[in-house]
């Protein structure tokens, strides 16, 4: 059986772990975001129309379409880290269940 002291340290590094794991997702996130923007900046500058910063529906249109277009292409490595992510919640709930559950004799 595993000690109270080292129940606590396993689950603080699990939990340290999870956080990571969510704050790579969110990385990921918003690097797609960001890489759409410009690329959508730059296909407003390559049509030369200038909207004084206005962003038109067809602008809004193309964000979206290459927001999906860049998650597709890094649907493996946000797959892989959700996949991740649930294991760590699963782990950290299994190991708050047993610390909750009376000991046996």
């Known amino acids: 059986m ?9 689950q603080a590094r699990m939990e340290t772990a999870e956080g990571d794991t969510r ?3 969110r990385i990921i996130e918003r ?3 960001s890489r759409a923007e410009r690329m959508t900046v730059t296909d407003c500058v390559k049509r030369r129309q200038p909207r004084g910063g206005a962003s038109t529906r067809a602008d809004e249109r193309l964000f979206q379409q290459l927001v999906a277009e860049l ?5 493996g490595e946000i797959d892989a880290l959700t996949r991740k992510l649930e294991r760590e919640e699963l782990a950290i709930a299994a190991l708050q269940s047993r610390q909750s559950s009376p000991a046996a004799p």
């Open 71 to 75: 998650t597709v292409a890094r649907r």
């Open 2 to 10: 595993i000690q109270p002291m080292q129940q606590r340290t396993l």
């Open 31 to 33: 690097q797609i975001v």
């Open 23 to 25: 704050r790579r997702l």
